[in-house]
T-cell receptor, first 114, second 114 residues
Framework: AQKVTQAQTEISVVEKEDVTLDCVYE???????LFWYKQPPSGELVFLIR??????QNEISGRYSWNFQKSTSSFNFTITASQVVDSAVYFC???????????FGTGTRLKVLA | DAGVIQSPRHEVTEMGQEVTLRCKPI?????LFWYRQTMMRGLELLIY????????DSGMPEDRFSAKMPNASFSTLKIQPSEPRDSAVYFC????????????FGDGTRLSIL
């Protein structure tokens, strides 16, 4: 069965702190895709990154970085020098090659305090 | 480029009324998804279409819910009759087929059934 676990329900940090959001997934498929989405207080869901199972390279985009480790079935998301605008709910999602259905985690609410 | 467009943004109606939610996917995308988001259940996939054909409607809660996609640029989700427990945020998302593109979400419709 496929599953995505975001064990951190809510995290609070002070502005400029680094924060890592954890995502652990389960799948039996060898070809799969992982995603992160951001849902700010305004409510929309914003795509952040996609990673496929064959590409274990870490990625950095500005203050955001992602660490994909197949050995631990994890796809963690780090925000460096957090800002108040990073306050949102962040969702990790999984799909595999045989379907377009996403399995979403329950989300991690990040609060960045000024 | 225009993103996924949903209307209305907010809908408040009384129990028993018919509700119609509308979605215009991103041009060129051939898969469309309807989701429902509630605090209790998180993000739930209701139905998805590929090339205007419903592929999986196993998430549709009951016969009161129906969805159509008459052409590649328009879809509706209808609830008739509506009930207070249908109150939620409803998202539409679309994606293309090439290289497993991510789903792009609309801003959602916040539905309140009184």
């Amino acid at each position: 069965a496929q599953k995505v676990t975001q064990a951190q329900t809510e995290i609070s940090v002070v502005e400029k702190e680094d924060v890592t959001l954890d995502c652990v997934y389960e799948t039996r498929d060898t070809t799969y895709y992982l995603f992160w989405y951001k849902q700010p207080p305004s409510g929309e869901l914003v795509f952040l990154i996609r990673r496929n199972s064959f590409d274990e390279q870490n990625e950095i985009s500005g203050r955001y970085s992602w660490n994909f480790q197949k050995s631990t079935s994890s796809f963690n998301f780090t925000i460096t020098a957090s800002q108040v605008v990073d306050s949102a709910v962040y969702f990790c999602a999984l799909t595999h090659s045989g379907t377009y259905k996403y399995i979403f985690g329950t989300g991690t609410r990040l609060k960045v305090l000024a | 480029d225009a993103g996924v467009i949903q209307s209305p943004r907010h809908e408040v109606t009384e129990m028993g009324q018919e509700v119609t939610l509308r979605c215009k996917p991103i041009s060129g995308h051939n898969s469309l998804f309807w989701y429902r988001q509630t605090m209790m259940r998180g993000l739930e996939l209701l139905i998805y279409f590929n090339n205007n054909v419903p592929i999986d409607d196993s998430g549709m809660p009951e016969d009161r819910f129906s969805a159509k996609m008459p052409n590649a640029s328009f879809s509706t989700l209808k609830i008739q009759p509506s009930e207070p427990r249908d109150s939620a945020v409803y998202f539409c998302a679309s994606t293309g087929v090439r290289d497993r593109q991510p789903q792009h979400f609309g801003d959602g419709t916040r539905l309140s059934i009184l």
